[in-house]
């Protein structure tokens, strides 16, 4: 997302997709040094006198809605990572930064980089993105441990289903109890598989609302598996705390 001249301060949503997020985030704020909150009280931003502020972040597994605060002007450059990656790229216990956001700029391999100051300093997008590239593969190639082949793929067939999988199903061919399916999901994804794949079900719906590719809400509701308007409209509230027609009306006009 890009916008050179924002009119007016605005707080951007960002609700629950189901992956988590490297985000190179640069705006501008007006007014005394002061530290910026999101509503929920996540993921401090800091800013001196109404200078930029710049940041690489990591977003972890997000159920509940959160903001990103926004003025005088806007870049986002977001990695949407798979979800089982985090533990692969990080070492975290995903469960650990679960509704988080935390300065990975600090931390190795962007530290050594450099990273922040060549994301800052780059003279294009395409270079931003390289750059970008660059990081990602460092990660990979510093990853912690072994992949887990059954998380890559119980993930992989909650999501192609969005979320309308059956988990009994899924552990009977991982042969694995209930208790320890949900352990390796808290582990890896963040949050237990029941909640991933409510999060993958309203993921797949919010598409549709927000493409606007509907004449009704029940229409959305019926093609994502909700048993009416009614039960969409409450998991949308859940995820988003607005209702749609409130989300529409407070969605602001930023330059994709």
Known sequence: MEDDRLLQD??????????PSIVFQSTRKGGSDRSEVDTLGRAAIHSKGGGAIEQLVLYGQNVQPFQLHA?????????????????YFFGFNAREIKDLCIDI????????????????????????LQIMDDYVRKLSAAS?????????????????SRGLVSLKTLQSELCVTERTFQRLFESHIGVPPKLFRKICQFNAAFDQFSRGQYKKLSDIAYNHGYSDQSHFIRVFKEFTLLTPGDYLANLPEVQD
């Open 144 to 160: 912690h441990g072994r992949d887990d082949k059954s998380i890559i793929w119980s993930t992989r067939e909650i999501v192609k």
């Open 105 to 128: 700029g600090v931390m190795r391999p962007a530290k050594s980089m450099n990273l922040v100051e060549q994301l800052v300093n780059a003279s294009s997008l395409s270079v931003r």
């Open 71 to 87: 003025s005088g002007n806007l870049l986002v450059i977001a990695y949407f990572l798979h979800p089982y990656l985090l533990k």
């Open 10 to 19: 605005m707080t951007i949503p960002l609700v629950a997709k189901g992956y």
